[in-house]
């Protein structure tokens, strides 16, 4: 899941550098967090939040099939 949000962040960033991506597990639980450079902040949310939810569902869709519940927060 971690590579999944790297490669889509860097994917919608300038900086793509400056993408950092990090992955807490808690049985079958897991926070990824999602750190971009400043300016790029904007480009990763969206819009009324459309693109971060765009990622999340990405996730949430890819996460199902290992029955496992992953939430992705921005920092």
Request: hydrophobic fraction near 45%.
């Amino acid at each position: 899941m971690k590579e999944l949000v790297e490669v889509i962040a860097k994917a919608l960033v300038d900086n793509p550098d400056e993408v950092v991506v990090s992955e807490k597990t808690d049985g079958r639980n897991i926070m990824i967090e999602l750190h971009v450079a400043p300016s790029d902040m904007g480009k990763v949310i969206g819009k009324q939040g459309r693109i971060a939810k765009a990622i999340r569902a990405v996730v949430k869709a890819a996460s199902t099939r290992d029955n496992l519940k992953v939430d992705v927060e921005i920092v």
